[in-house]
């Protein structure tokens, strides 16, 4: 079964300061996707960042950049230079190519501080 | 704007009613996804079609049906509420039923009284 880990319930950071929130996940299917999502306070989900199992290298977007560690099934979402507008709840979720759904994890609740 | 529409937006009913939740995927998504947000349990996956067939199933009580029509829309239909069943319902599509993004709509928030 596929299990996403956000450990961090709630993280805070200065503006203008860079981030890391944390996601570890956990598959047997060789192929899968790893993505995470933006939720406002608004209420929608907006996708940020994908990343390929076998992509070699880091997915980047923007300020958004995903440190993908395989071997430890580790995809963590760096956000650089942080923006009040980036407080909100952040998801990281999975999908295998073996699997038709895409599960999430818990969340994390960024907070930037001015 | 995710192309994803979903209505209603809101939606306050009794314990015991029946309701339907419907959402328009984007243009040319086969596939469309039904999540459940509540503060308990978080993102939940309930049900998914593809082409109008149940591809996948979730955390899906028996009281939950969703169909997918040969529009491609969905309806996802809740019977005999309880107060537990008050979240946020997502739908969600993609253009094929595996690995790629979803793109999500607005939810629905139901409260069941």
């Known amino acids: 079964a596929q299990k996403i880990t956000q450990t961090q319930p709630g993280m805070f950071v200065q503006e203008k300061e860079a981030v890391t929130l944390d996601c570890t996940y956990d598959?047997?299917?060789?192929?899968?996707?790893l993505f995470w999502y933006k939720q406002p306070s608004s209420g929608e989900m907006i996708f940020l960042i994908y990343q390929g199992s076998y992509d070699q290298q880091n997915a980047t977007e923007g300020r958004y950049s995903l440190n993908f560690q395989k071997a430890r099934k580790s995809a963590n979402l760096v956000i650089s230079a942080s923006q009040l507008g980036d407080s909100a709840m952040y998801f990281c979720?999975?999908?295998?190519?073996?699997?038709?759904?895409?599960?999430f994890g818990a969340g994390t609740r960024l907070t930037v501080k001015p | 704007d995710s192309g994803v529409t979903q209505t209603p937006k809101h939606l306050i009913t009794a314990t015991g009613q029946r309701v339907t939740l419907r959402c328009s995927p984007r243009s040319g998504d086969l596939s469309v996804y039904w999540y459940q947000q509540s503060l308990d349990q978080g993102l939940q996956f309930l049900i998914q079609y593809y082409n109008g067939e149940e591809r996948a199933k979730g955390n899906i009580l028996e009281r939950f049906s969703a169909q997918q029509f040969p529009d491609l829309h969905s309806e996802l239909n809740l019977s005999s509420l309880e107060l537990g069943d008050s979240a946020l319902y997502f739908c969600a599509s993609s253009r094929t039923g595996s690995g790629e993004k979803l793109f999500f709509g607005s939810g629905t928030q139901l409260s069941v009284l």
């Open positions: 598959t047997s299917d060789p192929s899968y996707g």
């Open positions: 979720a999975m999908r295998s190519y073996n699997n038709n759904d895409m599960r």
